[in-house]
């Protein structure tokens, strides 16, 4: 088993473009992206990238990106754990992180002077299918 010391929460990019689009029905079409990795001994990451942009086949009035990471410190990890923290990084990791991305968008659509976008309440658990 490994213990958890630290956790850090940083954005890495949030950028917002009004497409200026008329009023009208839009379909949200966000594209939700994992990574996770090691940065030095003992200190990994999960870092989720959400981008919604203004496609011809789903016309949104804005084009939005944010990079989120939470960046985690581990005590006592032996080899044989390693498996267990990538399986931490994958699940627990998004789990820790989505409450911030959701907030982070309607937060930024709104102080934008735009209609907030919110995404909806998921499963961060269950987000991202295994291969």
Do not use: C, W
Not at 36 to 57: A, C, F, M, N, W
Not at 82 to 87: F, S
Request: net charge neutral; charged share 30%.
């Amino acid at each position: 088993m490994f213990k958890l010391k630290n956790v850090n929460i940083q954005v890495d990019r949030m950028t917002i473009k009004n497409n200026h689009l008329e009023q009208g029905e839009f379909k949200l079409n966000p594209n939700l992206s994992r990574k996770i990795g090691q940065l030095k001994d003992s200190v990994y990451y999960t870092e989720l990238r959400l981008i919604i942009k203004d496609e011809p086949d789903f016309r949104f009035p804005i084009d939005l990106e944010i990079n989120i990471k939470a960046i985690f410190s581990f005590e006592d990890i032996k080899e044989e754990t390693k498996k267990d923290i990538d399986l931490f990084l994958k699940k627990q990791g998004v789990h820790i992180l989505y409450p911030y991305l959701r907030s982070a968008v309607s937060n930024l659509t709104t102080n934008a002077l735009l209609p907030p976008v919110v995404l909806p309440i998921i499963n961060a658990m269950t987000l991202f299918e295994e291969k």
